[in-house]
């Protein structure tokens, strides 16, 4: 933690000076431990190949044209825009639809499309999916990435996001306004194309709270009412009787941002043909300007705990006699802050054969500010890990905690979500907030972490930390790696799970 959070690495954005140079640091440790490396040409490093794009500040507009009547939106305060991954300089000018959450969920009967033509217009789209979905359901409707593709797929030229009140406290204007000031990535196919890109989508944007209000007002229609229908499970898209037109230029590059793979082969004749993955991102979000003149972002615990935590366990495994019946992979992975691209990249283009791979296992911003008492798993209830993850709990002592907050499905939140949708098992394992020393609140040092220092300056290696927490958390993470590494039977997904439904049999395709 001390070398990854240090200022010299300068935050790890991805595609950064700062981020190879701590590659090459977690290489270097791979190679020490005596890992194989899973790399390209006998390396560690699996380079993957972006386009970079970031909005030139100032050369955003969004304007709204009805009957006559100009409304010229303020950037910043009424609307966020990022860069693009179209063309450099983009102009539209097109009608807006409103299209709800902008979803189709049959087994819900629920069509925002039913009825409406899209093609060639701008959609207004709300965050979220409806609440009366399923705690899966809803978070897998949710995904933006997936409006996206159905946008797309209809025609749709732009997308303009309104938050609804819940996402207003979960997604902040100012965060909002820093990740589209930040550089956007996407990793590039075998034809140059940026995977995911969307470049048909030129007239995207996010309203706050003030430019909602200025549209619906212009539209003469209750925002309100719209958010409490749709609140409901209601559908009701509309034509705003609204033109829009948005224009904005981007600084484009082509970068290359590696991840950085080893291999623990494993020891039994038929088994060492199965993988287990440990995943840790490595990136962070570099240098921004920040509180104080503070403008670099650590990442002590997110991520440079989690990347110590799988070195830990990586060294623990290979010192092993006898070593582990299955075999091991490492993965240090990029981009995860640029929206899970390092490790989508991996799922796609694994150095095994995908079939092969039984399970990850994700570390992602383990807070280790006390010393721990209990896990959680995020994700784990979908498939019998459960069973693993119980087992070495029960093994260590510590207590297994539920997810406090299943409706966020945090499955789909990290890098364990790439390789679910290849259909691999996955969780992402976490300290609890419970503290072993009655003296020390873990539950509160935790919460200033995540209201005061997350995605921030502060989250560097001035926080609190426990030798006996990070040493508790590392010996769950090998414990539950040889747990599921030495099991006869492979994890797999329970019977009806939602995501082994739709993902499982993508896996069984291969």
């Given at each position: 933690m001390e070398v990854l959070a240090a200022d010299d690495m300068q935050g790890r954005e991805a595609g950064t000076e700062g981020h190879r140079k701590a590659a090459a640091y977690v290489a270097s440790r791979f190679a020490g431990i005596g890992l194989d490396p899973l790399g390209d040409g006998s390396t560690y490093l699996q380079d993957i190949e972006f386009l970079e794009t970031r909005l030139i500040a100032g050369s955003e507009s969004f304007s709204l044209h009805r009957r006559g009547s100009e409304v010229a939106l303020d950037a910043g305060r009424d609307f966020a825009r990022s860069g693009g991954f179209g063309e450099a300089e983009e102009t539209v000018t097109a009608p807006l639809v409103f299209v709800g959450f902008g979803i189709q969920a049959p087994e819900y009967e629920h069509d925002d499309y039913a009825d409406i033509d899209v093609a060639g217009k701008i959609?207004?789209?709300?965050?979220?999916?409806?609440?009366?979905?399923?705690?899966?359901?809803?978070?897998?409707?949710?995904?933006?990435?997936?409006?996206?593709?159905?946008?797309?797929?209809?025609?749709?030229?732009?997308?303009?996001?309104?938050?609804?009140?819940?996402?207003?406290?979960?997604?902040?204007?100012?965060?909002?306004?820093?990740?589209?000031?930040?550089?956007?990535?996407?990793?590039?196919?075998?034809?140059?194309?940026?995977?995911?890109?969307?470049?048909?989508?030129?007239?995207?944007?996010?309203?706050?709270?003030?430019?909602?209000?200025?549209?619906?007002?212009?539209?003469?229609?209750?925002?309100?009412?719209?958010?409490?229908?749709?609140?409901?499970?209601?559908?009701?898209?509309?034509?705003?009787?609204?033109?829009?037109?948005?224009?904005?230029?981007?600084?484009?590059?082509?970068?290359?941002?590696?991840?950085?793979?080893?291999?623990?082969?494993?020891?039994?004749?038929?088994?060492?043909?199965?993988?287990?993955?440990?995943?840790?991102?490595?990136?962070?979000?570099?240098i921004r300007p920040g509180d104080d003149g503070d403008d670099i972002y650590n990442g002590a615990y997110d991520n440079a705990a989690g990347v110590a935590t799988m070195l830990e366990v990586a060294g623990a495994l290979a010192k092993l006699s006898p070593a582990p019946r299955r075999s091991i992979i490492f993965a240090a992975v990029t981009a995860e802050e640029k929206g899970l691209r390092g490790s989508d990249f991996l799922a796609r283009s694994p150095p095994v054969a995908i079939e092969n791979l039984v399970a990850n296992i994700n570390i992602d911003m383990p807070f280790l500010g006390h010393p721990i008492a209990d896990v959680e798993g995020f994700g784990v209830e979908h498939s019998?890990?459960?069973?693993?993850?119980?087992?070495?709990?029960?093994?260590?002592?510590?207590?297994?905690?539920?997810?406090?907050?299943?409706?966020?499905?945090?499955?789909?939140?990290?890098?364990?979500?790439?390789?679910?949708?290849?259909?691999?098992?996955?969780?992402?394992?976490?300290?609890?907030?419970?503290?072993?020393?009655?003296?020390?609140?873990?539950?509160?040092?935790?919460?200033?972490?995540?209201?005061?220092?997350?995605?921030?300056?502060?989250?560097?290696?001035?926080?609190?930390?426990?030798?006996?927490?990070?040493?508790?958390?590392?010996?769950?993470?090998?414990?539950?790696?040889?747990?599921?590494?030495?099991?006869?039977?492979?994890?797999q997904w329970k019977d009806g799970d939602f995501f082994g439904e739709r993902y499982g049999r993508l896996k069984k395709a291969h």
């Open positions: 959609l207004v789209v709300l965050t979220g999916a409806p609440p009366r979905f399923a705690n899966n359901e809803r978070a897998f409707y949710s995904s933006s990435t997936g409006k996206q593709t159905l946008a797309a797929e209809r025609g749709a030229v732009g997308m303009v996001t309104i938050r609804t009140p819940v996402d207003q406290e979960r997604l902040t204007w100012p965060r909002i306004l820093g990740d589209a000031a930040s550089s956007d990535m996407r990793w590039l196919d075998s034809a140059g194309t940026p995977h995911e890109g969307f470049p048909q989508l030129r007239g995207s944007a996010v309203l706050s709270e003030s430019g909602a209000a200025r549209l619906f007002k212009l539209a003469e229609r209750d925002l309100d009412a719209v958010f409490d229908r749709h609140d409901q499970g209601g559908t009701g898209s509309f034509e705003f009787d609204i033109s829009a037109t948005l224009s904005r230029r981007s600084s484009q590059q082509r970068t290359s941002s590696p991840n950085v793979l080893a291999m623990l082969p494993g020891t039994d004749s038929v088994l060492r043909h199965e993988y287990i993955l440990f995943s840790a991102h490595l990136d962070h979000l570099g019998t890990l459960h069973h693993s993850l119980v087992r070495a709990a029960e093994e260590l002592g510590l207590e297994l905690t539920p997810d406090s907050r299943p409706d966020l499905v945090r499955l789909i939140r990290s890098d364990q979500f790439s390789f679910v949708k290849q259909g691999v098992p996955g969780l992402n394992l976490k300290p609890g907030s419970a503290s072993s020393d009655p003296a020390i609140n873990g539950s509160e040092l935790r919460t200033t972490f995540l209201r005061d220092h997350y995605h921030a300056p502060g989250d560097d290696l001035t926080l609190p930390f426990s030798e006996q927490g990070a040493t508790r958390f590392a010996q769950m993470a090998l414990t539950l790696g040889l747990a599921i590494a030495n099991d006869d039977e492979a994890p």
